[in-house]
């Protein structure tokens, strides 16, 4: 197990899955992709009664964008599906020590967005919303702000949104549980395998090629990321997401901000930041440290002096209306998919993977999520997701 900074770890280095050649030639279910939306779907399924599925990853479990995730899990969305996903998936984050018996480090020190005067509408209409939805999201003034961030500087501010039960969790981890109870079920995470075409045959899915030969199963699973684009092609299947760099950095303090401190989020350029270990996250759109700074400094004057002891950067699997492609494809039969999550993947992921499942093996859903059907797309049915950081 190799420590990333401020304490996070890369669990894939000790769950790796079945690296091995394989003679599997067949199964129930094939998912495409092993970072979080593929181990969870590939656990729900197993829960689900779909024990004959297979996992195919490539490099290792959440070797992607998943391992490079900030963690953040929110319900402060513009959208009131994402609302209620986030709402459901803190549940399911809440109790997941006690499900799958590993701490995934979650702590819900609420996200704060720091607000322009033109941003305050739109984040008050959104805050209504969450709130009709159950949620205990409120719009703070920036005295409390400043209370809650030390240092903080309100230059430019008009005021902020707060809630107390968004937080963050370590993705690797997650992985991990769902990975090793997926296995437990029956279920296989086959590393090193790459899934390189769906097959299909009169207007159904027939199977996989891998580099390792044909995997024969009637229903695929594409949780691939930015490669889900490329791979849906192969069956026919039109997914519009483009790739969308996003960079955080690990920032060294002794007690400078507050252990409490919540995800602050500076919506106008970007900026975030929460404690990470004994040091910060500071994250946003910036590849080199020269270009965070004047944005990181403005906001927080005191991160000047902080040094900047790592940093690494993961894609954005970004779709056109900045929401997840979520659902199954009338044709081919037996084509699912999950992807274009937009930077929002990671949280939720627990209920994706319970709806995919749930599709698959022909139960009802605990949240219907048809709207995130990709034919959307096709039937100008697009819905717009504005809270995007």
Not at 18 to 34: D, F, T
Not at 169 to 195: D, F, M
Not at 272 to 280: I, Q, S
Request: net charge negative; charged share 20%.
């Amino acid at each position: 197990m190799t420590k990333l900074a401020g304490g996070r770890y890369r669990f894939r280095n000790t769950d790796e899955g079945e690296r091995v050649k394989s003679e599997l030639r067949a199964a129930e279910a094939v998912v495409i992709g092993g970072g979080v939306i593929g181990v969870s779907t590939l656990y729900h399924l197993a829960a689900a009664g779909v024990t004959d599925a297979v996992l195919l990853e490539r490099e290792t479990l959440g070797a992607g964008s998943t391992s490079a995730a900030a963690g953040g899990v929110r319900v402060q969305y513009s959208d009131s599906l994402n609302v209620q996903i986030s709402l459901l998936a803190i549940e399911r984050f809440t109790r997941f020590r006690d499900d799958f018996d590993i701490d995934i480090g979650f702590r819900q020190n609420g996200y704060l967005f720091l607000l322009e005067e033109r941003m305050m509408p739109a984040f008050e209409a959104a805050t209504a919303l969450q709130r009709s939805l159950g949620a205990p999201t409120r719009m703070v003034s920036l005295a409390e702000a400043a209370d809650r961030v030390p240092g903080l500087c309100l230059d430019g501010l008009a005021g902020a949104s707060f809630c107390p039960i968004d937080g963050v969790a370590t993705p690797e981890a997650v992985v991990q549980g769902y990975a090793a109870a997926a296995r437990r079920l029956g279920a296989r995470t086959l590393v090193g395998h790459t899934a390189r075409a769906v097959r299909t045959e009169g207007g159904r899915v027939t199977g996989v090629e891998t580099d390792r030969g044909f995997l024969a199963t009637p229903r695929v699973i594409c949780a691939a990321g930015v490669d889900s684009t490329a791979i849906a092609a192969t069956a026919g299947v039109d997914l519009p997401v483009r790739a969308e760099r996003r960079y955080i950095y690990y920032v060294e303090q002794r007690g400078t901000l507050p252990a409490s401190l919540p995800l602050t989020v500076d919506f106008a350029t970007g900026l975030y930041v929460h404690p990470e270990g004994p040091g910060l996250i500071v994250g946003g759109p910036w590849a080199t440290t020269a270009d965070l700074a004047p944005y990181a400094v403005a906001r927080l004057p005191a991160l000047a002096d902080l040094p900047i002891r790592s940093g690494w950067s993961g894609n954005y699997e970004m779709s056109p209306d900045h929401n997840a492609m979520v659902g199954a494809a009338t044709d081919p039969a037996g084509f699912y998919y999950a992807t274009g999550f937009s930077g929002h993947g990671f949280q939720q992921a627990p209920v994706v993977g319970e709806y995919l499942a749930a599709l698959v093996a022909g139960r009802p859903p605990s949240l219907d999520l048809g709207g995130l059907s990709a034919d959307r797309f096709a039937d100008a049915r697009t819905r717009h997701e504005a809270n995007v950081i």
